[in-house]
């Protein structure tokens, strides 16, 4: 990672204390583990690859919640009315909830990275199969039973649309806190340009399942200094408990192994 020695040294002693990555540094025998580094000039454009079309139902957010990991909007899943399709998907995904990882500042953050580049946040949509899977806890033990979408999250312009989430995280401080979220219509977080990276890679948190198909995209959203601080005043801990804020959330760098990342564009 570039950056001051400071930082770096200071990143690789939390990288390794870190009590989130611990225990899950490794999953024994993992051969398509997330995040990764996206090499740019190692990516191969697929011309079979087709825009992503996607179609978000507004209606069908429920709340917000602290998970102790992250804060997560949560979705009704129980029909295809949030779903995504297209892309390198050979059918449609359900939206089941969203969160972010970020850094306790802005020179780190993202799980993923291109060329080296770390970005201070990224935001992950988490879709699950209904086609092979009859539910979202069975799809993250399947095969491709996931899709997760990734957006980089970069230091620039008040971000209109995500303020409305910022505005709820007051209220969801502690881990396990829960705040209804009426409609809100996750479209507004995708960058408009269709470009992405795809490829077979697991989750980033525990169980940490290779059951995912990522797809990142390659323009990031801008946010402002103040809604990335709000972001880190969030609490991994529960009421009651010693404050711990909720910033590093992020998963290291895992090894590419044996496999290709592709581009949507040339
Ligand atoms: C078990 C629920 C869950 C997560 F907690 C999570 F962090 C991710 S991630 N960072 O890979 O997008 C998932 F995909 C996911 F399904
Ligand atoms: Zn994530």
Known sequence: RPCSLAACSSYRLRDALHPLWQSELTV????????????????VYDPH????????????????????YSFQVEFDDSADKSVIMG??????????????????????????????????????????????????????????????????????????????LV??????????????????????????CPDYWTYDGSLTTPPLTESVTWIIKKTPIEVDQNQLEEFRMLLFTSAGEEEKRMVDNFRPLQPLMNRTVRSSFR
Not at 32 to 39: D, G
Not at 54 to 68: A, E, F, R
């Open 49 to 68: 690859l087709k825009p992503l079309k996607i179609h978000y139902d507004p209606t069908t957010c429920l709340y917000v919640w602290n998970n102790g």
């Open 87 to 164: 892309g390198p998907l050979e059918n449609h995904y359900r939206l089941k909830q969203f969160h972010f990882h970020w850094g306790a500042i802005n020179e780190w953050g993202s799980e993923h990275m291109v060329d080296s580049k770390v970005y201070p946040a990224e935001l992950h949509l988490v879709h699950w199969n209904p086609v092979t899977s009859t539910s979202f806890e069975e799809a993250i033990m399947e095969n491709n039973g996931l899709v997760v979408i990734g957006v980089f999250l970069k230091l620039g312009a008040h971000h209109a649309g995500l303020q409305k």
């Open 167 to 192: 505005d709820a995280l007051p209220a969801v401080r502690h881990k396990d806190a829960i705040v209804e979220f009426d409609v809100f219509d996750p479209c507004c977080l995708m960058p408009s």
């Open 28 to 43: 024994s025998g993992g051969t398509r583990q997330s995040p990764i580094n996206i090499q740019w000039r190692d990516s």
